[in-house]
């Protein structure tokens, strides 16, 4: 079967030129793609034949930018009337072309019938006008559906190879002190063969994680892809990163339709999912894929295979993972210890890093351990409840206890509590930043920390926490507003910086939603005051799952006792929603005007107000209301000047709002006096494109009112500006 793709459409194409019509490859998606070659703000985008050879020979993606371009109707368009009048021409046989890009789109079965109807409505088609629109509509959806190279598709059987396409979702190795559970393998191997899907169940630090790598890593899966659960598996797949992940609204049905056409040559390892299915009831969806699932939990899932992990079988794996770190001279001074914390794997692993780093002896150990007389048998204790957690926690004194052992210092505290704050539970996160956020001057109480067993990491410059250390952590040292000071105020000016583009935004918010769920406010004042400033930020990247989060997360520690600011922003975050996610302006317009009513104009509260009312005339502007846009631009430009904002960079984007106002009610002039002051200094700003933008704005103002000498020299700038941004 053939995909309906940018590759095989082209091949269609090419195929059908006429000898009178012979031209290369470039030439061709030259003319194709003038239209986007031709707009202004594609005038720096080069072709050149080795990327456009891999375009049509399915080797590689085609580029965003054009993606992007053609998503716009009128755009889309203006690809239809280039096809008619540039392209056509070529073709010896228009007919015979449309019929085999019609034929290739129905009988590829990866596409929906009601998708199939939807892009051949119509057909057979009577004039090369719709024909035309034809053809530029299914190149669109070629060119913006799933990539996968066409050496993927060309494999004889099974699964398309995702190694280059999904990034950053490898199925991680096992520790490597890994040792033992041979059977279990075998039983895995066993239960995925013939049911599909399986369950690993079992007490936190068992070995449930590093079994299952163990296991996929001695079998050989065309496809190995680890999710890392984080309470809501819709949101894990669609937080996946593909190449492809240009438009964030896409990614989860994207994500979707491939991992669902993945066969039982692939495995997909789900770690931690410790919920119930009425939860969390995407696992269902999950489970219905072709592929081999493989699932650890502490949960309990009835009428569903699994395998319940019990403590190691043979004592000789017990000595021979404590050897890992201790050499064993007597094992008779060891096997009591083993006995004493029942075989849990995770405490034996414990007892071997501290006989290694807290110059202990094993008797000493054991001593320490019967004087504080908290080890309880576990098969009396530990009553499993529907979500996998023990009604008492006893099992969790005997961690407790090893982990009080270690006597960490202040400093090793505040870093495991302020990494309990971070995406990185069974998921790697990056040192360097970590160390960042923290402000640490060093990574030596990191590298101990690594050391002693209580951080992982798979080579030195990554973080991970197990599940039972994050655990552990919440109850021993919980995270809070004071002990994180330093980590939440790192954060708070990353936002603040709205200027500057973060390399690492995405991880940066994955953070803050853990913040905002998981920290315990000891300063409330403070904690407001953070989220105030995070969530423009989030609007900023278009990360609207986590402005909802802020609101839901004011609303609670408000109830209904709400004051006028946290009012205002609370409708403000709810207008955001309804525009950007409902895509409903009216409703967005309305919740913007209760905004502004609710806050007083106070001098605390006038750059607020500035804001409110900027983007509810920015609403107005696009419902083409020019009047009430105005009327609340103006006010707002007003407001910004009574605060002494208006030269600040965070009003940048309502001051450009209202110049592009000024311009399309034809005042250049005022848009000249307000943008100047932001341009004394252009010689030594950084380039960005908030810098471009205003730059073209000016530009603009100075073609209107017949200044052409400075509309060429900001012409010239903005391309200076531009340039170094088109590169990277």
Same mark, same amino acid.
């Given at each position: 079967?053939?995909?309906?793709?940018?590759?095989?459409?082209?091949?269609?194409?090419?195929?059908?030129?006429?000898?009178?019509?012979?031209?290369?490859?470039?030439?061709?998606?030259?003319?194709?793609?003038?239209?986007?070659?031709?707009?202004?703000?594609?005038?720096?985008?080069?072709?050149?034949?080795?990327?456009?050879?891999?375009?049509?020979?399915?080797?590689?993606?085609?580029?965003?930018?054009?993606?992007?371009?053609?998503?716009?109707?009128?755009?889309?368009?203006?690809?239809?009337?280039?096809?008619?009048?540039?392209?056509?021409?070529?073709?010896?046989?228009?007919?015979?072309?449309?019929?085999?890009?019609?034929?290739?789109?129905?009988?590829?079965?990866?596409?929906?019938?009601?998708?199939?109807?939807?892009?051949?409505?119509?057909?057979?088609?009577?004039?090369?006008?719709?024909?035309?629109?034809?053809?530029?509509?299914?190149?669109?959806?070629?060119?913006?559906?799933?990539?996968?190279?066409?050496?993927?598709?060309?494999?004889?059987?099974?699964?398309?190879?995702?190694?280059?396409?999904?990034?950053?979702?490898?199925?991680?190795?096992?520790?490597?002190?890994?040792?033992?559970?041979?059977?279990?393998?075998?039983?895995?191997?066993?239960?995925?063969?013939?049911?599909?899907?399986?369950?690993?169940?079992?007490?936190?630090?068992?070995?449930?994680?590093?079994?299952?790598?163990?296991?996929?890593?001695?079998?050989?899966?065309?496809?190995?892809?680890?999710?890392?659960?984080?309470?809501?598996?819709?949101?894990?797949?669609?937080?996946?990163?593909?190449?492809?992940?240009?438009? #964030?609204?896409?990614?989860?049905?994207?994500?979707?339709?491939?991992?669902?056409?993945?066969?039982?040559?692939?495995?997909?390892?789900?770690?931690?999912?410790?919920?119930?299915?009425?939860?969390?009831?995407?696992?269902?969806?999950?489970?219905?894929?072709?592929?081999?699932?493989?699932?650890?939990?502490?949960?309990?899932?009835?009428?569903?295979?699994?395998?319940?992990?019990?403590?190691?079988?043979?004592?000789?794996?017990?000595?021979?993972?404590?050897?890992?770190?201790?050499?064993?001279?007597?094992?008779?001074?060891?096997?009591?210890?083993?006995?004493?914390?029942?075989?849990?794997?995770?405490?034996?692993?414990?007892?071997?890093?501290?006989?290694?780093?807290?110059?202990?002896?094993?008797?000493?150990?054991?001593?320490?351990?019967?004087?504080?007389?908290?080890?309880?048998?576990?098969?009396?204790?530990?009553?499993?409840?529907?979500?996998?957690?023990?009604?008492?926690?006893?099992?969790?004194?005997?961690?407790?206890?090893?982990?009080?052992?270690?006597?960490?210092?202040?400093?090793?505290?505040?870093?495991?509590?302020?990494?309990?704050?971070?995406?990185?539970?069974? #998921?790697?996160?990056?040192?360097?930043?970590?160390?960042?956020?923290?402000?640490?001057?060093?990574?030596?109480?990191?590298?101990?920390?690594?050391?002693?067993?209580?951080?992982?990491?798979?080579?030195?410059?990554?973080?991970?926490?197990?599940?039972?250390?994050?655990?552990?952590?919440?109850?021993?040292?919980?995270?809070?507003?004071?002990?994180?000071?330093?980590?939440?105020?790192?954060?708070?000016?990353?936002?603040?910086?709205?200027?500057?583009?973060?390399?690492?935004?995405?991880?940066?918010?994955?953070?803050?939603?853990?913040?905002?769920?998981?920290?315990?406010?000891?300063?409330?004042?403070?904690?407001?005051?953070?989220?105030?400033?995070?969530?423009?930020?989030?609007?900023?990247? #278009?990360?609207?799952?986590?402005?909802?989060?802020?609101?839901?997360?004011?609303?609670?520690?408000?109830?209904?006792?709400?004051?006028?600011?946290?009012?205002?922003?609370?409708?403000?975050?709810?207008?955001?929603?309804?525009?950007?996610?409902?895509?409903?302006?009216?409703?967005?317009?309305?919740?913007?005007? #209760?905004?502004?009513?609710?806050?007083?104009?106070?001098?605390?509260?006038?750059?607020?107000?500035?804001?409110?009312?900027?983007?509810?005339?920015?609403?107005?502007?696009?419902?083409?209301?020019?009047?009430?846009?105005?009327?609340?631009?103006?006010?707002?430009?007003?407001?910004?000047?009574?605060?002494?904002?208006?030269?600040?960079?965070?009003?940048?984007?309502?001051?450009?709002?209202?110049?592009?106002?000024?311009?399309?009610?034809?005042?250049?002039?005022?848009?000249?006096?307000?943008?100047?002051?932001?341009?004394?200094?252009?010689?030594?700003?950084?380039?960005?494109?908030?810098?471009?933008?205003?730059?073209?704005?000016?530009?603009?103002?100075?073609?209107?009112?017949?200044?052409?000498?400075?509309?060429?020299?900001?012409?010239?700038?903005?391309?200076?500006?531009?340039?170094?941004?088109?590169?990277?």
């Amino acid at each position: 079967m053939n995909r309906c793709d940018f590759s095989n459409i082209m091949s269609i194409m090419k195929e059908h030129i006429s000898e009178n019509f012979q031209i290369s490859q470039i030439k061709f998606i030259t003319e194709l793609f003038e239209s986007f070659l031709n707009e202004l703000n594609s005038k720096d985008f080069m072709l050149d034949e080795g990327q456009v050879c891999r375009w049509i020979n399915g080797q590689a993606k085609i580029s965003v930018s054009i993606i992007q371009y053609y998503s716009e109707p009128l755009n889309l368009k203006f690809l239809a009337n280039t096809i008619e009048n540039k392209i056509f021409p070529l073709f010896y046989d228009i007919y015979h072309v449309v019929q085999l890009i019609y034929e290739l789109l129905i009988k590829d079965n990866s596409i929906s019938e009601q998708k199939k109807e939807e892009l051949s409505n119509g057909y057979p088609f009577k004039t090369q006008i719709q024909m035309a629109d034809f053809i530029a509509n299914i190149l669109y959806f070629g060119i913006s559906r799933t990539f996968i190279p066409q050496k993927a598709l060309k494999e004889k059987s099974g699964s398309a190879v995702l190694r280059t396409q999904i990034i950053g979702h490898d199925i991680p190795k096992p520790c490597r002190w890994f040792c033992g559970r041979e059977q279990e393998i075998q039983q895995i191997e066993k239960l995925l063969q013939t049911e599909g899907k399986l369950f690993l169940s079992g007490i936190a630090g068992i070995g449930k994680s590093e079994l299952a790598k163990a296991y996929a890593h001695s079998k050989h899966y065309k496809n190995m892809i680890y999710i890392a659960y984080t309470g809501d598996l819709k949101h894990d797949i669609a937080s996946m990163t593909f190449i492809d992940d240009y438009e #964030q609204t896409m990614r989860l049905k994207r994500h979707e339709m491939v991992l669902s056409l993945l066969e039982d040559d692939s495995l997909i390892l789900i770690d931690n999912i410790n919920t119930t299915l009425e939860d969390d009831q995407y696992i269902m969806k999950l489970l219905n894929y072709r592929c081999h699932v493989l699932i650890t939990t502490r949960s309990h899932f009835e009428d569903l295979p699994q395998i319940s992990i019990k403590p190691f079988a043979n004592i000789d794996d017990s000595l021979n993972l404590i050897s890992y770190f201790y050499p064993i001279d007597n094992k008779e001074q060891i096997i009591p210890l083993i006995n004493a914390v029942h075989g849990h794997t995770f405490a034996i692993e414990m007892i071997g890093r501290l006989l290694k780093f807290k110059n202990i002896t094993p008797l000493e150990l054991y001593n320490k351990i019967k004087f504080k007389n908290m080890w309880v048998n576990l098969k009396e204790k530990i009553r499993m409840t529907k979500d996998g957690t023990s009604k008492k926690e006893t099992y969790y004194q005997h961690i407790h206890m090893l982990f009080s052992l270690f006597k960490l210092n202040k400093e090793q505290k505040y870093i495991l509590s302020s990494l309990s704050l971070m995406p990185c539970v069974n #998921q790697n996160f990056e040192l360097s930043i970590f160390a960042e956020w923290l402000e640490l001057k060093s990574f030596d109480t990191i590298m101990y920390l690594i050391d002693i067993g209580l951080i992982q990491s798979e080579n030195g410059n990554d973080l991970k926490l197990s599940p039972i250390v994050m655990d552990i952590i919440q109850a021993d040292l919980p995270a809070n507003t004071t002990n994180c000071h330093v980590l939440l105020e790192h954060i708070e000016n990353i936002c603040l910086s709205h200027n500057a583009e973060y390399e690492h935004y995405e991880i940066l918010f994955k953070a803050i939603d853990i913040i905002i769920e998981k920290i315990d406010i000891k300063d409330k004042e403070y904690f407001i005051r953070f989220l105030d400033n995070v969530y423009p930020y989030m609007d900023k990247y #278009q990360y609207y799952s986590g402005i909802e989060h802020i609101k839901n997360k004011l609303y609670d520690i408000f109830k209904n006792n709400i004051p006028f600011r946290e009012h205002a922003i609370m409708l403000e975050c709810e207008a955001i929603l309804a525009l950007e996610v409902e895509h409903d302006f009216i409703k967005a317009k309305e919740l913007w005007e #209760q905004a502004v009513n609710i806050l007083p104009e106070t001098e605390e509260y006038l750059y607020l107000c500035s804001n409110l009312h900027g983007n509810l005339g920015n609403i107005y502007l696009q419902l083409k209301d020019f009047k009430n846009a105005m009327a609340h631009m103006e006010y707002a430009f007003k407001l910004l000047k009574q605060c002494n904002m208006i030269n600040s960079y965070d009003a940048f984007i309502q001051v450009c709002n209202y110049t592009e106002l000024l311009i399309q009610t034809g005042n250049p002039q005022k848009v000249i006096e307000i943008l100047q002051p932001y341009l004394e200094d252009i010689a030594y700003m950084p380039p960005s494109n908030d810098l471009a933008i205003l730059l073209n704005l000016i530009q603009k103002a100075y073609i209107m009112v017949g200044d052409f000498e400075k509309a060429e020299f900001y012409n010239k700038t903005i391309s200076q500006h531009l340039t170094p941004i088109l590169k990277t």
